[in-house]
């Protein structure tokens, strides 16, 4: 294609784009401009972003989430003791009904302590010996 071509077309696209209104953003994951269609709040582009085929809205989502959980001192400690868990009862060690009833156990647990009538050491350590 012609370069000329090219930028007319780029060219129709936007005054089409500043025609109808059509809002624009950054994309929080991968810089690139795209255009807001349906939620206003929308963060993130639909374009592919890695090998794997995910797209930034996949990624970043999943980004944002490990960052805020980063800094949850519980939920790195139940989080871990469920990993744990997981992998027994992946190898056959554990029933997958035992892991969802202790899961259950430990997410109350978890709201105690966050609601104060349970110290996170404590947690912590009924965590290791549950």
């Known amino acids: ?3 000329e071509v090219v930028y007319d077309l780029i060219d129709y696209h936007l005054r089409e784009c500043i025609k109808r209104e059509v809002k624009m953003r950054v994309c929080k994951n991968c810089g690139r401009y795209f ?3 349906g939620r ?3 963060e993130y582009c639909s374009r592919p972003f890695d090998e794997k085929g995910r797209t930034c809205r996949e990624v970043g989502a999943i980004a944002l989430w490990t960052k805020r ?3 949850d001192a519980l939920f790195q400690d139940y989080r871990r003791e ?3 868990r997981f992998a027994r009862m992946k190898a056959g060690k554990l029933e997958p009904e035992e892991l969802y009833a202790w899961d259950e ?3 109350e647990k978890k709201a105690e302590c966050e609601a104060g009538r ?3 050491e404590d947690y912590a350590a009924w965590l290791r010996e549950s």
């Open 105 to 107: 156990r430990a997410r």
């Open 40 to 42: 206003t709040n929308t």
């Open 35 to 37: 255009a807001l269609t």
């Open 1 to 3: 294609m012609e370069p």
């Open 82 to 84: 469920y990993k744990n």
């Open 118 to 120: 349970l110290s996170p």
């Open 69 to 71: 959980k980063s800094r």
